[in-house]
């Protein structure tokens, strides 16, 4: 069973930067991809990036040129690094993984960024 700890999440200023940490308690080398999703109050849960083993990335097209995703194989953990923060980005945000011979997503608990205007 893997598990997913998030962190770096808070109260920040419309314009802010804060950095999300999504530390794995295996070896990230083993996770076909890697993600971030989000989920604002009253809304589904949405893709926010995702990275890939061999380090492609994708992003959604609301956070595209503001929030970069990144890996630290070293350290197992995953980061999501979020500029020019909007009050719009407001939103619990999950780190899930993909690891598995039969594929398994795994989540973690969620870390809140709430931002004010």
């Known amino acids: 069973q893997v598990q997913l700890v998030e962190s770096g999440g808070g109260l920040v200023q419309a314009g802010g930067s804060l950095r999300l940490s999504c530390a794995a308690s295996?070896?990230?080398?083993?996770?076909?991809?890697m993600g971030w999703y989000r989920q604002a109050p009253g809304k589904q849960r949405e893709l926010v990036a995702t990275?890939?083993?061999?380090?492609?990335?994708n992003y959604a097209d609301s956070v595209k040129g503001r929030f970069t995703i990144s890996r630290d194989n070293a350290n197992n953990t995953m980061y999501l690094e979020m500029n020019n923060l909007k009050p719009e980005d407001t939103a619990v945000y999950y780190c899930?993984?993909?690891?598995?011979?039969?594929?398994?997503?795994?989540w973690g608990q969620g870390t809140r960024v709430t931002v004010s205007s």
């Open positions: 990275i890939t083993s061999g380090g492609s990335t």
């Open positions: 295996e070896n990230i080398n083993k996770m076909r991809a």
């Open positions: 899930n993984a993909l690891m598995g011979f039969i594929p398994t997503l795994y």
